[in-house]
């Protein structure tokens, strides 16, 4: 993977700041329902980063930023004052990991060491203390992977799927990367106990899969298992019965954008490995109602990208940072909000 620094067009340029957490410019042009915000560019670009919000700010945590390594760099953004600021760096460079707070604290878990194409999967948590300011190191995954999705339900923890290597010996997919396979694997963290736990595993094993959790259970959807770049399926885990079920599969399978639970509802932007586009993004935007079971298609980003952060808070989703070429070339600083 190339990463070369680069700052998005014209159309990232951004607003006067504004001290309201509805701050930036209206994006011209965007379709609805729901509306698109520009807003104040990242110090640094970054992608494949991690996100979680805590004391109603947003932090975007490692990644990648200007070359082929990954980065320790913690960038912090405030809605109400529509700025951003350096955060305690990580003690580790990762990429591909997955973040969610319980009890305010953000824990990081999982990820890559190396660059992309020498990516190695690591077992590694973190939490990230507020009031200290500090990284912590916490009981590992029970194993390595990356690329993985993790989300909060009550007082734990979940890391689901993920990419680790591929058994010695195991028969390789055609077209599949030799060395690595999804996962199928659901843990759960007790962070009063420090231990973790394994748990039934989903029907499809997949990384670079999208996650939100509503009314107490885990929507996991979307994701990939090399060649297929654009699984659809949609599995709600319910830890009160210890079970997945299969529920109405996502419109537009993908992988490698985000997603974020604002209201009840799952929002799921962008991707890559889209064959019919030039660039290989995908720029749709679709919602999940829980309650329903419905998906609905709104309309397409702004600007597509993959690998983007995303975060809900307030009445928005933040879209912080991304890459607008498959594979990750050209890593951004653009930061925009969608509104439904």
């Known amino acids: ?41 990242m110090p640094y670009q970054q992608n494949e980063a991690a996100s979680a919000v805590i004391d109603g700010k947003i932090y975007v945590i490692g990644g990648f930023e200007f070359d082929a390594g990954p980065t320790t760099r913690v960038q912090v953004y405030d809605p109400a004052g529509n700025k951003w600021s350096e955060g305690t760096p990580l003690k580790e460079a990762v990429h591909h990991a997955a973040a969610a707070v319980v009890d305010n604290k953000i824990y990081l878990v999982g990820g890559f060491r ?12 973190w939490a990230y203390e507020p009031a200290a300011k500090a990284w912590e190191k916490k009981a590992p995954l029970p194993s390595p992977r990356g690329a993985l999705v993790a989300a909060a339900l009550g007082d734990k923890l979940y890391a689901i799927g993920g990419e680790h290597h591929r058994p010695v ?4 997919p055609e077209g599949a990367a030799p060395a690595y396979e999804p996962v199928a694997d659901l843990t759960v963290y007790d962070p009063k106990t420090d231990q ?9 094993a997949r990384d670079h899969a999208y996650v939100g959790a509503i009314a107490g259970k885990l929507y996991l959807v979307g994701g990939r298992d090399r060649p297929k770049y654009d699984i659809a399926a949609l599995e709600a885990f319910d830890p009160a019965r210890g079970a997945w079920s299969e529920l109405a599969p996502m419109p537009t399978g ?5 997603a974020a639970v604002l209201n009840g509802k799952l929002y799921v932007f962008g991707g890559e490995g889209k064959a019919t586009n030039p660039l290989g993004l995908y720029d749709e935007v679709e919602a999940y109602d829980a ?8 309309g397409p980003m702004p600007f597509p990208r993959h690998s983007q952060s995303a975060a809900a808070f307030g009445n928005r989703v933040y879209l912080p940072g991304g890459a607008p070429h498959r594979a990750g070339y050209d890593v951004l ?8």
């Open 333 to 340: 600083r653009y930061l925009d909000a969608f509104q439904p």
């Open 169 to 172: 010996g195991k028969a390789v």
């Open 114 to 125: 190396n660059a992309f194409s020498k990516r190695e999967p690591i077992d590694s948590v």
């Open 1 to 41: 993977m190339k990463y070369a620094r680069w700052i998005a067009p014209a159309l990232v340029v951004l607003a006067a700041p504004c001290l309201a957490q509805n701050a930036g410019t209206p994006i011209p042009g965007t379709t609805g329902p729901g509306s698109w915000f520009a807003l104040q560019a």
């Open 291 to 298: 309650a329903s079971n419905a998906w609905s298609k709104l």
């Open 196 to 204: 973790w736990q394994s748990l039934p595993p989903m029907k499809y």
């Open 254 to 258: 993908r992988s490698g954008g985000n």
